[in-house]
């Protein structure tokens, strides 16, 4: 009994150092430490998350919010209509659609015959204006001589009147002394007559004389009424200052000017599009022939939100890129205005907002940006095309 005492005291002792074996302290330690790694991780990310925040903040502060951006914006032109000035039939198109030109290029050739007719008229018309102003010049030294003519006529006449007067005084008194002789019987009765008739005759001699100087001073204010009415005519003017002969010259500059019509031709480079002429139609003036687009004029409508217009002004500059080229190719222009209204207020069917229904809509507000010449000869553009605009609102032209 002694001896199995002693084995049961070792078991025991056995088993209880046996015990602490399993515990599971190791365990809670690693999960503490995962759960304190996890923490610090989040922390860390936090704490990145947090730096880029600041860092965005701090970018938009000074950069960012000094940029405003759109990719509502698309290339524009200022086309050229191409209508004819005068009307006739078409004898040759000598473009196509899409076909680039330079000014000057000749696109389309009217029939010029009538044009031509109308040329001579009018250069016949101002040779016979000119011609008549020769004879009307003429026509003042043929009446001037003619006015001096009627002065000597006029002088003639009173030269008579003095003859005349003094062959009636002449007769007169030979009359009135035959008279008083008469009653004593010294003058004869037929001599008394004699004298009698050559004082009527002195007398009607002296009427005619009379009248045949009234009519020479009438004739002669005639002759000047003639002269001074050709010399209004021709005062102050010569062969290529006179009105007619103006007109006339006027309306061969108007002819020349029909007939160069005939011949449309391209005003500026560009490139051909919407070509609606065909050989042997015939045109009206005003009439729609074609399109010219100038492909090194473009400039871009960017439609910006109204709330992104705050800082922008005229001739800030601006980046564009092009979905044609893509991102690796950019443009730069310049804001050179702004539309006088939203695209809506000039729609087709403007919007009516007095409903009761009403939601508000932002409102894009067309800006019109310059493009750089040299840039669109190295990449061109076409009318239509999308781009992305951004403009630099921290300069301050």
């Known amino acids: 009994m002694a001896d199995a005492e002693p084995a049961i005291h070792s078991a025991r002792g056995t088993a209880d150092r046996a015990e602490p074996a399993p515990t599971p302290a190791p365990v809670d330690a690693d999960e503490g430490h995962r759960k304190s790694l996890r923490k610090r991780l989040m922390l860390g990310v936090g704490g990145l998350v947090m730096l880029a925040g600041l860092g965005y903040g701090g970018y938009y502060v000074a950069v960012g919010s000094h940029y405003v951006s759109t990719d509502n914006a698309y290339v524009g032109a200022d086309s050229a209509s191409i209508t004819p000035m005068t009307g006739g039939q078409v004898l040759s198109v000598l473009v196509a659609d899409t076909q680039a030109v330079k000014k000057g290029d000749v696109l389309v ?61 002449k007769a007169r008194i030979d009359l009135a002394r035959r008279q008083k002789l008469a009653p004593n019987g010294a003058v004869s009765g037929e001599e008394l007559t004699s004298a009698t008739n050559a004082f009527q005759a002195a007398r009607a001699n002296l009427d005619l004389a009379k009248a045949g100087l009234a009519q020479a001073s009438s004739t002669r204010v005639a002759a000047s009424g003639q002269l001074a009415a050709n010399e209004a005519l021709v005062r102050g003017t010569n062969a290529n200052t006179a009105p007619e002969v103006l007109a006339a010259r006027a309306k061969v500059e108007q002819a020349k000017l029909d007939l160069a019509r005939t011949v449309i031709r391209a005003p500026f480079d560009g490139v051909v599009t919407r070509r609606a002429v065909q050989v042997g139609q015939r045109v009206a003036p005003g009439a729609q022939l074609m399109l010219i687009v100038p492909l090194n004029q473009l400039y871009v409508d960017a439609n910006f939100k109204e709330g992104q217009l705050t800082k922008v002004k005229v001739g800030q500059p601006v980046t564009l890129t092009s979905d044609l080229y893509g991102g690796k190719v950019e443009y730069h222009g310049r804001v050179v ?47 239509g095309l999308s781009m992305d605009a951004e403009i630099d609102t921290s300069a301050t032209k």
Do not use: C, M
């Open 109 to 169: 050739q009217i029939d010029d015959s009538d044009a031509r007719i109308a040329l001579a008229q009018a250069e016949a018309d101002l040779a016979r204006a000119t011609r008549q102003f020769g004879q009307t010049a003429a026509t003042s030294d043929a009446l001037a001589a003619q006015v001096q003519a009627r002065e000597a006529d006029i002088a003639r006449a009173r030269a008579q009147v003095t003859a005349a007067q003094a062959d009636f005084e």
């Open 337 to 383: 205005g702004f539309s006088g209204g939203t695209g809506s207020s000039f729609a087709l069917i403007p919007a009516q907002n007095a409903t009761g229904n009403w939601i508000k809509v932002v409102q894009r507000l067309p800006v019109r940006v310059a493009l750089d010449p040299k840039e669109l000869q190295a990449h061109p553009l076409r009318v």
